[in-house]
């Protein structure tokens, strides 16, 4: 710093005894050959033509620098100045936005979803706030979603910067976190085998996978044991999605996926409120790696050994797969190794979308079942019905879409603990909501369970209200598809949606059917949300004794 000063002063003094001309030019040269000297560089022409690339190089990027936070600094003070017609949410800090008090909520017992349905309720259905220098809206409106899901979909972008961040590694470019033309393509191939044709399979598939679970819940009968129902549905969700998607027999799901799915999914989620995880080199970031690496040579084994089946014109196995396979041997694609792994990304995608969401929708479900003994009455009388009164016929398709009090109990479950409270985008273009104008960038977070909890009596559990003329049905037309949004709606809605209410539908049924599950008491109320992590489980788990 010194020798710089020095070298600015000689540079002030040449200034004063040039003329206005050709002062910049000399004032540079002779800087330049004090910096040569300084360096103990011989001043010669090659070094003066070094020492100017580098200088302009570096006066060149931190003008582009300066450009970027000029601009920045621009969009920030517009987005400020457009976004003011929308409440701002309580507890701004002038620096940091509503960085504090997001940060606060699971100290408090609440998720920041939880923070921020408080805010809508306080400000309004579209509340404005800040996280540092990002400008976002809380949407808390049907109106709004049906903008959002349906009609410019294509303008409001996922935000992959937020929640889906952490899991980058695990879905790429798997259809829930691809965008634009991929995304399109993908949905195309894949939409077909998950929303139709798969579907007879699931209930068979879900029937066997309930019935072993049945099985090893025996040996607690009567017992007093506490047995952690949560645990069981996550790996029987993973069985039944293992087998839908890849025809992985039970055994080798329970063996491969706890193995190395479930500690990578873990790792994900301790990621969400501690990003630093991902940079620093720890037992548990090499851990991740390694399996990582694992799990995406056993799918891409796997995906490759069905392909070259196909080929050699063996049989297929009907499950999820094999119907993307023959869809794009229909189209007539070349096999390559882009196209393996964009699959291995797909399955890897199906299991993450596809078991905890549903184990938590189960879990939920039974929770309120043993809550309330006239629901599920009900609920047995469907099950006797499909599954015979000692529970062992085999279930049909039609049997099973026809147990609609079990269907509503499923939904209200979705609606009263909204297992996905939150979905994130990030606008594109400037567009308008509820009139108002919306500044591309902002960052939108459609609040689901603000809308569930906008029903009568929200807390209350009454699956009735999805039964024919109940309360789902008297919403206005308009607006009745965005008040129930578990599964959004919409181009990007979920794919997998018939086949998680199929699969436990008859999961729950037959459970109900063959025990009568107690919450264990001793243990804290499992009723309680978990405030981190989506989906949203309870805090405590499921712990139940089984009668
Ligand atoms: C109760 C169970 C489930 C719930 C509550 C649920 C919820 C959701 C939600 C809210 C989205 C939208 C995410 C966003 O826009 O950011 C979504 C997308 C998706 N879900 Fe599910 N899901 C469930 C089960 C499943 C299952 C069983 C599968 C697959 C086997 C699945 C596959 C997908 C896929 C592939 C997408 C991305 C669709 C696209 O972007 O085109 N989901 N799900």
Not at 73 to 83: E, I, M, P
Not at 247 to 260: G, K, M, T
Not at 426 to 446: N, Y
Request: net charge positive.
């Amino acid at each position: 710093m010194a020798a710089v000063a020095q070298a600015l002063g000689s540079s002030g003094a040449a200034t004063q005894s040039s003329d206005f001309g050709g002062w910049p030019v000399m004032a540079f040269e002779q800087l330049e050959q004090r910096f040569l000297t300084m360096a103990g560089l011989t001043p010669s022409k090659e070094a003066s033509d070094v020492l100017r690339i580098v200088v302009f190089s570096a006066a060149f990027a931190v003008a582009v620098l300066l450009a970027h936070l000029i601009k920045a600094l621009g969009r920030y003070v517009r987005n400020s100045s457009v976004l003011s017609a929308f409440p701002l949410a309580p507890g701004s800090n002038i620096l940091l936005g509503h960085v504090l008090p997001l940060l606060k909520c699971p100290s408090q017992g609440k998720g920041a979803w939880d923070l921020m349905e408080e805010w809508a309720k306080a400000r309004g259905s579209i509340v404005r706030f800040r996280v540092l220098g990002t400008h976002g809206l809380v949407v808390n409106d049907p109106v709004a979603f049906k903008r959002i899901f349906q009609t410019r979909f294509k303008i409001y972008a996922k935000d992959l910067s937020l929640s889906y961040h952490p899991f980058m590694p695990i879905l790429g470019t798997g259809l829930v976190t691809a965008d634009g033309e991929l995304w399109q393509k993908q949905r195309l191939l894949m939409g077909p085998a998950l929303r139709v044709d798969i579907l007879d399979d699931i209930v068979d598939i879900a029937q066997r996978g309930a019935a072993r679970l049945a099985d090893k819940l025996e040996q607690y009968r009567g017992t007093g044991q506490v047995v952690h129902l949560e645990e069981e549905f996550r790996l029987l969700t993973l069985q039944i999605i293992g087998e839908a998607i890849l025809s992985l027999p039970p055994e080798e799901c329970d063996r491969v996926f706890p193995q190395l799915y479930l500690p990578v999914m873990e790792e994900g989620n301790k990621r969400v409120l501690r990003p630093h995880r991902k940079y620093l080199p720890s037992p548990a970031w090499f851990a991740f790696k390694w399996r990582m690496a694992r799990l995406n040579s056993f799918l891409t084994n796997l995906i490759r050994a069905r392909w070259q089946a196909r080929q050699a014109g063996k049989p297929g196995r009907g499950d999820i797969l094999d119907r993307i396979l023959a869809a794009i041997e229909a189209a007539g694609t070349k096999w390559s190794a882009a196209i393996e792994t964009q699959l291995c990304y797909e399955m890897k995608t199906f299991l993450l979308a596809g078991h905890e969401t549903s184990a938590a929708m189960l879990m939920w479900s039974v929770y309120e079942l043993s809550r309330h003994p006239q629901q599920r009455d009900k609920v047995l009388v469907e099950a006797v019905r499909v599954f015979g009164p000692s529970g062992s016929n085999t279930a049909t398709r039609p049997a099973a879409d026809g147990m609609v009090y079990t269907l509503s109990v499923l939904k209200e479950a979705l609606r009263r603990y909204s297992v996905v409270p939150v979905v994130t985008r990030t606008l594109k273009e400037d567009d308008q909501l509820e009139g108002k104008a919306v500044p591309a960038g902002t960052m939108i977070v459609c609040h689901l369970q603000g809308v569930h909890n906008q029903w009568s009596e929200p807390t209350a559990f009454r699956p009735e209200r999805f039964m024919p003329g109940g309360e789902f049905d008297c919403f206005e037309e308009g607006v009745r598809p965005y008040m129930f949004v578990p599964f959004i709606q919409g181009p990007r809605n979920c794919l997998g949606q018939h086949l998680a209410l199929l699969e436990a539908r008859v999961v729950l049924a037959l459970l109900q059917q063959r025990f009568s599950f107690k919450l264990a008491s001793k243990l804290a109320d499992p009723g309680q949300r978990h405030p981190t992590v989506i989906p949203v489980a309870s805090i405590d788990g499921l712990p139940v004794t089984i009668e």
